[in-house]
Nanobody, 134 residues
Framework: QVHVVESGGGLVQSGGSVRLSCTLS????????IGWFRQAPGKKREGVSC????????YYANSVKGRFTISRDNAKNTVYLQMNDLKPEDTAVYYC???????????????????????????WGQGTQVTVSS
């Protein structure tokens, strides 16, 4: 059974840092596609950062470039999102999505993050809240 669990969120001051973790179970992370998304109150969910298996590229939303870093530890079946220089506009629920069926191996990272519907419904976590105070 597929499980995706995010952790590491919390309250942080503007300019601070947080590292989110996404632990997968029921399937191997390997080098499969993976993504971090976020949704702020009243706003549409947006792709923050995605890793592609197809071309081993990484996508970052313009709003987080230079501040956020996605990484993976295949041995731990865990993906991380290091978030530095946080701003109040980064406040959101952060979600992780995986690819348990390796169905996204031919999809580029930018598409994974910017086009809805790639990640299966059962491959999402419940989210972790990040609140950045000014």
């Amino acid at each position: 059974q597929v499980h995706v669990v995010e952790s590491g969120g919390g309250l942080v001051q503007s300019g601070g840092s947080v590292r989110l973790s996404c632990t997968l179970s029921g399937f191997r992370l390997d080098d499969n596609a993976i993504g971090w998304f976020r949704q702020a109150p009243g706003k549409k969910r947006e792709g923050v950062s995605c890793l592609s298996k197809r071309d081993e590229t990484t996508y970052y939303a313009n709003s987080v470039k230079g501040r956020f870093t996605i990484s993976r530890d295949n041995a731990k079946n865990t993906v991380y999102l290091q978030m530095n220089d946080l701003k109040p506009e980064d406040t959101a629920v952060y979600y992780c999505a995986g690819d348990p069926r390796n169905a996204l191996r031919f999809v580029a990272a930018a598409r994974l993050c910017t086009i809805d519907g790639y990640f299966d419904d059962d491959a999402w976590g419940q989210g972790t809240q990040v609140t950045v105070s000014s």
